[in-house]
């Protein structure tokens, strides 16, 4: 089993910034791809960003130049840092983790239960 929990949700407002962080711990041998989902009430589910054990980052375009993603591998755990927030970054924003696996098999997701980011003045 492997947890995954988040937290750094809360009101800011527009033009602030917020930092959330995501820890994994539980039965992990080794993770690949740690990253961050979204999700406004009445939307589905967005991809945000990613990043991968080498460090290489990727980003959705709507984000490009305000979120950095980064990763803390001794601690399992994965930051987005929220800089000139806009009242459409309002969602639940979720950490997910994935583990390594071998070549050619499916790949393992696990999810935290979400924090809450609110934009408004």
């Known amino acids: 089993q492997v947890q995954v929990v988040e937290s750094g949700g809360g009101l800011v407002q527009p033009g602030g910034s917020l930092s959330l962080s995501c820890a994994a711990s539980?039965?992990?041998?080794?993770?690949?791809?740690m990253g961050w989902y979204r999700q406004a009430p009445g939307n589905e589910r967005e991809w945000v960003a990613r990043i991968i054990s080498g460090g290489i980052t990727v980003y959705v375009d709507s984000v490009k130049g305000r979120f950095t993603i980064s990763r803390d591998n001794a601690k399992n755990t994965v930051y987005l840092q929220k800089n000139s927030l806009k009242p459409e970054d309002t969602a639940v924003y979720y950490c997910y983790v994935r583990l390594r696996v071998a070549a050619g098999r499916p790949a393992t997701n696990y999810w935290g239960q979400g924090t809450q980011v609110t934009v408004s003045s």
């Open positions: 539980g039965s992990i041998s080794s993770i690949d791809v």
